[in-house]
Structure formats: structure tokens, C-alpha cells
């Protein structure tokens, strides 16, 4: 089964065609166009930018993949876009054009929830099969969040923050020091220079049962340091030391909660997914105490850790190749949540799935040609 993804939550306009095999999904080609050089000079996204870019994009970019690929719109079997959480002008593009090519296609459409693509990019980007159960980290510019993953669609939230997020803080901390957007990446080239252990910095939440994040305090910690240190500020050595500090101050933090939720869901995996996990600290760092642990890392490159289409087409051909139903609507929903209780029982999906994924070898999709019934077509 071949499915065509479109990512379009934020600031990133990116397209995927993805294949199921019997194990696994592939990624066939994807391509992802960036707007980060065209949002730099506001310090962060302006939705109206970014909704342009993606109109402007997504028409090239869909032909450029199935071009990439040699293949044409009759290859694909189902058609996927994000559906939310992001910014609502944004998915709308995707969401949108997805449904159009989906009604010209007579394909289904799913709608995918951007922080599922997030919590399976892991899998798909190391062409391993998604085995359940198992512990995600997700650490992105919006979110922060440990999830415990029992089954497709049966999710626990462990933990998540209750301020910013781990790489709103990294922007937010750039933006400070006069460094450019996206901070997170700025403050790694300046704290490789510097000394992590150069000031004490709060870690959030010490208590070892607390799954939570906050890295508001150790925001104000950084500003405070700065306000103080007027004329330390022109010496580039303290610039690095106090970046090398704050990046190990989250480093740790997320490290360490994500060592212990393994711990307390009894599981063996962790998945690590989201922007942050770029950063080469928090990859080295994690991949160091898993080994310890004896915990399975599964970690994505870092091409597959920030936004992109791959993780929306495989979540979606996986489920599909389940039988599972797509628990998203017909609509964008900014504010789609991952944990939003589970329409048809818990228990239901869950067997309904083991004994749909037996059968996803000779499971049969409308083929080019096929008159379909109305539900068939019905946009989910
Ligand atoms: O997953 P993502 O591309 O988009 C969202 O869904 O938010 O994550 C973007 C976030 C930004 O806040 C950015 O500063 C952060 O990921 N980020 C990093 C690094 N690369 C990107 N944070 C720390 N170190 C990095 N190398
Ligand atoms: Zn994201």
C-alpha cells in the first residue's frame, strides 16, 4: 500500500510517499521545503507567511516526489495530511488540498495527528515495525511530552509540561543572548565553545515520581544571569558557558524523565522524537543512559526528528494496513488533542487491531478503476 503524506502544521511545507511492507513502512521519497530563512527576520512564524508559502509549495512539491520516484498519481493508494495540532491557516493549506486530490483520486483520506507522526517517525526513519508497548519522548518548538503507547490509538499521558516547551525555551533563551531563530540549533553552535558545569541552572521538578517539565524557571534563571552580568556579557566566553549550561540544563531533564517513565511503564523502548532531539548532546546523552538502562533507544536522524511528511504518510499507511479506523475528522483542529478518550472503548480498537494486523498482507484497497461506495470515498 502506498500512501501520499502532506505536513503543513507550521513553518514547514513537506510531502512524503510512503510503502507498506510486511514488517514495516518505507519511506520512498519526501521532500520538505523550509521557510526558516523567510520567518528569521520576525524571530518566529507569522502564520500569514507561512500559509502563502505552502499554497506556493504544495502543488510543486507533490509532482516533484511522485517525480523522484517515477511513479504517477495512479500509484497511490490513500491520500494523508495532518490534520493538528499546529497553526489553524497552515493545516488548512494541507488539509485541504489533500481532500481535493483524495475526491479527484476517489482514494480515502485520513487525517493524522501531527504528535502520532511525531511519536512513530522513530520507527519508519530506522525501517523497524512499530512495536508496542513502548515509552515516546516527544520534544518539539510546541510540545513536550512523554507518552506511555499501549496500541495504535491507546495512548497515557506520563508527563508533559505545564509551561513552555523544551524548544520554545532553547528559542526563547536565543532570542535573549541576540541569537537568531530557531534558537535551538544556535545555542548547540555556541555551547559546543562553552562549559556546561559554568553556572548552576535549576532542573525542573527533581521529585523522581514527577513526569512533568518546566522550563519557565530556568528561563527567568538564564535572564536573570544576564541582567546581572552587563559587563561579563561582551566576553564571547561567557556567552558560551552560559549556553553550554542552560543546553545541559535541559539536556539533563529530559534525560533523566524520560530514563524514568521508561522505568515506571515497565516498558523496554523508547522512541525519541521532535526538533529538539537535533540537538547532539541530548542524542549522546540519552543513547548513554539507555545503554546503562538496557532500554532500546529508537532515535531518528535528525531530518525525521522536526517536522516532516514521512511520519504523517507512515502513521497513516500503519494504521491503515491495521484496520484501523482514523480516530481524526473531516476538518482541521489546531487543537487536536492525543489523548482525547477513545470513541469506540479502549479494549475494542485494541483486539480489533491485533487481528486486523495479521491480515495486512491481503489486505485489499480499492484498486484505479473500482467503483467505490460513498464511504469508501468519505473523508475521514
Ligand atoms: O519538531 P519541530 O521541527 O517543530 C515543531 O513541531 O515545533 O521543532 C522545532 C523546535 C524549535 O524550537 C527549535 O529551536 C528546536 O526544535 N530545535 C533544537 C535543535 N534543532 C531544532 N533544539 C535544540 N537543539 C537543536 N539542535
Ligand atoms: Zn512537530
Same mark, same amino acid.
Given at each position: ?26 519511506? %520512498? ?44 498519481? *495512479? ?11 499546529? %497553526?489553524?491557516?497552515? %493545516? ?25 507522526? =511525531? ?17 515516546? /519522548? ?5 510540545? $513536550?511530552?512523554?507518552? =506511555? ?7 497515557? !499521558?506520563?508527563?508533559? $509540561? ?8 532553547? *528559542? ?28 548552576? /541552572? ?49 539536556? *539533563? ?16 523502548? /523508547? ?8 540537538? !547532539?548532546? %541530548? ?54 488533542? /492525543? ?16 487481528? !486486523? ?12 478503476? *473500482? ?10
Amino acid at each position: 500500500m502506498r500512501v501520499l503524506g502532506i505536513e503543513t502544521s507550521c513553518d514547514e511545507t513537506a510531502v512524503a510517499l510512503v510503502e507498506t511492507n510486511p514488517w514495516s513502512t518505507d519511506i %520512498l521519497a519526501q521532500v520538505v521545503s523550509s521557510q526558516i530563512e523567510l520567518h528569521r527576520p520576525y524571530g518566529g512564524v507569522v502564520p500569514e507567511m507561512a500559509t502563502r508559502e505552502h499554497l506556493r509549495n504544495l502543488p510543486l512539491l507533490v509532482p516533484q516526489v511522485l517525480k523522484d520516484i517515477n511513479l504517477g498519481l *495512479d500509484a497511490i493508494d490513500a491520500i494523508a495530511a495532518t490534520e493538528g495540532p499546529g %497553526l489553524a491557516s497552515s %493545516l488548512l493549506i494541507g488539509h485541504s488540498y489533500a481532500r481535493a486530490l483524495a475526491v479527484a483520486l476517489s482514494k480515502p483520506m485520513v487525517g493524522v495527528n501531527h504528535l502520532e507522526g =511525531h511519536l512513530y517517525s522513530p520507527f519508519f526513519a530506522n525501517r523497524r515495525a512499530v512495536e508496542f508497548p513502548f515509552v515516546g /519522548l516527544i520534544a518539539s518548538g510546541g510540545h $513536550t511530552l512523554l507518552v =506511555h503507547a499501549l496500541g495504535w490509538d491507546r495512548y497515557i !499521558k506520563l508527563g508533559s $509540561t505545564v509551561d513552555d516547551a523544551a524548544g520554545e525555551a532553547f *528559542d526563547k533563551v536565543a532570542k535573549l543572548l541576540g541569537l537568531p531563530y530557531p534558537g535551538g540549533p544556535e545555542i548547540e553552535r555556541v555551547a559546543v565553545k562553552g562549559n556546561p558545569e559554568a553556572f548552576g /541552572l535549576p532542573r525542573s521538578f527533581p521529585e523522581r515520581d514527577n513526569l512533568n517539565f518546566s522550563f519557565s524557571g530556568l528561563k527567568t534563571a538564564v535572564r536573570f544571569f544576564y541582567e546581572k552580568s552587563a559587563p561579563m556579557r561582551t566576553d564571547p566566553v561567557w556567552t558560551y558557558d552560559l549556553c553550554a549550561s542552560f543546553q545541559k540544563a535541559v539536556v *539533563d531533564v529530559l534525560v533523566r524523565k524520560s530514563i524514568q517513565a521508561v522505568s515506571q511503564a515497565r516498558v523496554e523502548q /523508547l522512541a525519541v522524537s521532535g526538533g529538539v532531539l537535533c540537538n !547532539k548532546m %541530548l542524542r549522546d546523552e540519552l543513547e548513554f543512559a539507555c545503554y546503562e538502562a538496557g532500554i532500546d533507544l529508537i532515535v531518528a536522524e535528525p531530518a525525521f526528528c522536526t517536522d516532516n511528511a514521512g511520519m504523517i504518510a507512515g502513521t497513516a499507511a500503519e494504521k491503515l494496513a491495521a484496520g484501523i479506523q482514523p480516530r481524526c475528522g473531516n476538518d482541521i483542529n489546531p487543537n487536536l488533542d /492525543l489523548f482525547a478518550p477513545e470513541p469506540h472503548g479502549d479494549m475494542a480498537r485494541g483486539l480489533s487491531a491485533a487481528i !486486523k494486523l495479521k491480515d495486512r498482507q491481503t489486505k485489499q484497497l480499492p484498486q484505479k478503476g *473500482d467503483v467505490l461506495a460513498p464511504d469508501e470515498i468519505e473523508v475521514w
